[in-house]
């Protein structure tokens, strides 16, 4: 004989306003395995790592994880900056970035090890479970940027490959993504 058993049922749309806690109500996810060149001269440029969700409710929240991976052309690979990208449908376009201060470049953080001696073989970077109010119903899409950050320069930037691409057991390939999970209020 089966037997189901269960201490708590979620309702489809979530806890009702006001219940104790909440849950995950929605998940999108956008996984990247081909590889992408970006060139970066002190400009911030979209990576192909993007994904949209439409919140159920303006009250809830929506987690947000990243990893990818890659190399840049420069002798430090820190120099690389990313920052994630929020454009609500209909809306405005806003950055998830550290405090404005003076002429600071905001940014989510760095690529790399932020060691002297980084650049020499890909590295990943990761922003995980960060909890975003976009305070919508409308479509809300979230994109990984990159740019060069180093005052006057300019930089290559290669997603899921190293600068040397060459089919050799030495040259790795990669995967990147990015999920985002809406959470009831």
Same mark, same amino acid.
């Given at each position: 004989?089966?037997?189901?058993?269960?201490?708590?049922? $979620?309702?489809?749309?979530? %806890?009702?306003?006001?219940?104790?806690?909440?849950?995950?109500?929605? $998940?999108?996810?956008?996984? $990247?395995?081909?590889?992408?060149?970006?060139?970066?001269?002190?400009? *911030?440029?979209?990576?192909?790592?993007?994904?949209?969700?439409?919140?159920?409710?303006?009250?809830?929240?929506? %987690?947000?994880?990243?990893?990818?991976?890659? +190399?840049?052309?420069?002798?430090?690979? +820190?120099?690389?900056? @990313?920052?994630?990208?929020?454009?609500?449908?209909?809306?405005?376009?806003?950055?998830?970035?550290?405090?404005?201060?003076?002429?600071?470049?905001?940014?989510?953080?760095?690529?790399?090890?932020?060691?002297?001696?980084?650049?020499?073989?890909?590295?990943?970077?990761?922003?995980?479970? @960060?909890?975003?109010?976009?305070?919508?119903?409308?479509?809300?899409?979230?994109?990984?940027?990159?740019? @060069?950050?180093?005052?006057?320069?300019?930089?290559? @930037?290669?997603?899921?490959?190293? $600068?040397?691409?060459?089919?050799?057991?030495?040259?790795?390939?990669?995967?990147? *993504?990015?999920?985002?999970m809406e959470v009831t209020a």
């Amino acid at each position: 004989m089966s037997e189901l058993r269960t201490n708590r049922i $979620v309702p489809r749309d979530g %806890l009702p306003a006001g219940a104790a806690g909440g849950g995950i109500i929605q $998940v999108r996810n956008t996984t $990247v395995t081909d590889t992408d060149t970006l060139s970066c001269n002190s400009a *911030w440029v979209d990576s192909e790592i993007a994904c949209s969700i439409t919140p159920q409710s303006a009250g809830n929240k929506i %987690l947000i994880s990243m990893s990818a991976t890659g +190399e840049g052309n420069a002798a430090n690979q +820190e120099m690389f900056a @990313y920052r994630i990208k929020k454009a609500i449908s209909g809306g405005a376009t806003t950055y998830l970035t550290g405090a404005a201060a003076g002429s600071r470049t905001l940014i989510t953080g760095v690529t790399g090890d932020n060691t002297a001696d980084s650049g020499t073989s890909a590295s990943s970077f990761s922003f995980s479970n @960060y909890l975003d109010s976009p305070a919508t119903t409308s479509a809300v899409t979230y994109t990984i940027q990159i740019t @060069y950050d180093h005052a006057g320069g300019a930089g290559t @930037y290669y997603l899921n490959r190293q $600068v040397s691409d060459a089919d050799g057991a030495a040259n790795a390939r990669a995967i990147s *993504w990015i999920t985002l999970m809406e959470v009831t209020a």
